[in-house]
């Protein structure tokens, strides 16, 4: 019953709450009315708030209105849509791609496409959870392997019957360490022993790779993979997410994927922001430069004030405490101090690996990291961490 589910989850201080962002999701936001530098952003190149990626939405919402009216095979299909799918292929050098409402849609109703009963489907611990919750629609066998750990890919796809379906599964890079899939090496296992893999790139999309272009332009394989998933909530700063691919396996998802199907259509302004905020990657690629940069700083400074952070190479920079209650404790005090990065905690973590979890943008300034610098030196000092 769910009151003695919450209960136990009070009891256990886990349960959850929202906060409000009462301004725009800029590096400084105004929250419980403070302002606060903001390290909890997905939004790693500020386009949420670009000018150039508002104008777009308004400007699509006044030639098609607020909502879409329909599902995407009905009347839900408007310019900004197909533009938007057309300019997802050309970013990923497919022939096609399609437009999901969200990354947990996409996830959904592509692991189902790729295989089924019968099937075996091989992920990371540490997958998100929409890929998991696709992997048991699916009905194919459900198995995990240690975090990043080929070797036991290798054994679980050698010991597998040679003519069953299998799929590896794994983000590029993961949310709450930062790291990254090692995608060379699970794709070289996939072609030797005739797997298939899907990457879902959610974090690495506008962030990892020369270009922007995700996790599997970091490590150069992009060609070696069919099919490719990213969203367009977090670097590209709007809503939704894309499967590209080749055509005949974009037709078959519009088809078949049961979360593209029976949803309503995307606002026409989301697509048309996730448009803009595309072309903004290309046009303004300083923002990469400050990024990078930024994160550099960030990563450099906590380290040598003394904090342990996951094997992170990205700007999500997880700097781990250990113990629920105490990451908690540091949390509230960083808040107090004018840092908002928040305490991730069991279950989204395993037990006693709690962090603080800080991703850092293009949009902070120097003065900005310097201060959450201090916080944590002040905090970490406070609780006896550093
Ligand atoms: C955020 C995320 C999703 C979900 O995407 P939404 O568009 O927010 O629904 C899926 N997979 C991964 C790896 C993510 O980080």
Same mark, same amino acid.
């Given at each position: 019953?769910?009151?003695?589910?919450?209960?136990?989850?009070?009891?256990?201080?886990?349960?959850?709450?929202?906060?409000?962002?009462?301004?725009?999701?800029?590096?400084?936001?105004?929250?419980?009315?403070?302002?606060?530098?903001?390290?909890?952003?997905?939004?790693?190149?500020?386009?949420?708030?670009?000018?150039?990626?508002?104008?777009?939405?308004?400007?699509?919402?006044?030639?098609?209105?607020?909502?879409?009216?329909?599902?995407?095979?009905?009347?839900?299909?408007?310019?900004?849509?197909?533009?938007?799918?057309?300019?997802?292929?050309?970013?990923?050098?497919?022939?096609?791609?399609?437009?999901?409402?969200?990354?947990?849609?996409?996830?959904?109703?592509?692991?189902?496409?790729?295989?089924?009963?019968?099937?075996?489907?091989?992920?990371?611990?540490?997958?998100?959870?929409?890929?998991?919750?696709?992997?048991?629609?699916?009905?194919?066998?459900?198995?995990?392997?240690?975090?990043? !750990? #080929? *070797?036991?890919?290798?054994? =679980?796809? %050698?010991?597998?019957?040679?003519?069953?379906?299998?799929? $590896? &599964?794994? +983000?590029?890079?993961?949310?709450?360490?930062? !790291? #990254? *899939?090692?995608?060379?090496? =699970?794709? %070289?296992?996939?072609?030797?022993?005739?797997?298939?893999? $899907? &990457?879902? +790139?959610?974090?690495?999309?506008?962030?990892?790779?020369?270009?922007?272009?995700?996790? =599997?332009?970091?490590?150069?394989?992009?060609?070696?993979?069919?099919?490719?998933?990213?969203?367009?909530?977090?670097?590209?700063?709007?809503?939704?997410?894309?499967?590209?691919?080749?055509?005949?396996?974009?037709?078959?998802?519009?088809?078949?994927?049961?979360?593209?199907?029976?949803?309503?259509?995307?606002?026409?302004?989301?697509?048309?922001?996730?448009?803009?905020?595309?072309?903004?990657?290309?046009?303004?690629?300083?923002?990469?430069?400050?990024?990078?940069?930024?994160?550099?700083?960030?990563?450099?400074?906590?380290?040598?004030?003394?904090?342990?952070?996951?094997?992170?190479?990205?700007?999500?920079?997880?700097?781990?405490?250990?113990?629920?209650?105490?990451?908690?404790?540091?949390?509230?005090?960083?808040?107090?101090?004018?840092?908002?990065?928040?305490?991730?905690?069991?279950?989204?973590?395993?037990?006693?690996?709690?962090?603080?979890?800080?991703?850092?943008?293009?949009?902070?300034?120097?003065?900005?990291?310097?201060?959450?610098?201090?916080?944590?030196?002040?905090?970490?000092?406070?609780?006896?961490?550093?």
């Amino acid at each position: 019953m769910f009151e003695k589910h919450l209960h136990q989850l009070e009891a256990r201080h886990l349960v959850r709450r929202l906060r409000l962002i009462e301004s725009e999701p800029g590096p400084v936001v105004i929250t419980e009315g403070r302002r606060v530098i903001l390290m909890a952003s997905n939004d790693y190149l500020g386009l949420a708030a670009h000018p150039k990626v508002k104008a777009a939405a308004i400007a699509a919402t006044e030639a098609f209105g607020a909502g879409s009216g329909a599902s995407r095979l009905l009347s839900g299909t408007f310019p900004p849509h197909m533009e938007l799918e057309a300019a997802l292929a050309r970013f990923k050098g497919t022939e096609a791609a399609l437009l999901f409402g969200s990354g947990y849609l996409a996830n959904l109703g592509l692991v189902p496409a790729l295989i089924g009963s019968g099937g075996l489907i091989l992920a990371d611990r540490l997958c998100h959870a929409s890929l998991i919750d696709g992997c048991r629609l699916s009905g194919a066998e459900f198995r995990v392997f240690r975090h990043r !750990d #080929v *070797a036991q890919v290798r054994t =679980l796809l %050698a010991r597998r019957s040679a003519r069953r379906e299998t799929l $590896l &599964v794994t +983000d590029g890079l993961f949310s709450m360490d930062g !790291d #990254v *899939a090692p995608l060379p090496e =699970l794709i %070289a296992l996939a072609d030797r022993y005739g797997a298939r893999v $899907l &990457v879902d +790139d959610a974090h690495g999309t506008g962030v990892m790779g020369p270009h922007g272009r995700g996790t =599997l332009e970091h490590f150069g394989v992009e060609s070696r993979l069919p099919f490719h998933m990213g969203t367009l909530g977090k670097a590209l700063g709007s809503s939704g997410a894309y499967v590209a691919g080749p055509d005949n396996f974009i037709r078959y998802l519009l088809n078949t994927a049961r979360s593209f199907i029976y949803t309503t259509a995307p606002p026409p302004a989301t697509a048309a922001a996730s448009l803009a905020g595309l072309e903004i990657l290309r046009s303004e690629p300083e923002r990469r430069t400050r990024l990078w940069a930024n994160r550099e700083h960030l990563y450099a400074g906590l380290t040598s004030l003394g904090f342990h952070t996951t094997e992170t190479v990205s700007p999500i920079i997880p700097v781990l405490i250990g113990d629920a209650d105490m990451a908690t404790r540091m949390a509230e005090r960083l808040f107090q101090s004018g840092v908002y990065a928040p305490a991730i905690r069991p279950p989204t973590v395993p037990r006693q690996s709690s962090r603080i979890r800080v991703t850092v943008t293009s949009e902070h300034s120097h003065e900005q990291l310097e201060s959450v610098l201090a916080a944590f030196q002040d905090a970490g000092r406070a609780l006896g961490l550093v």
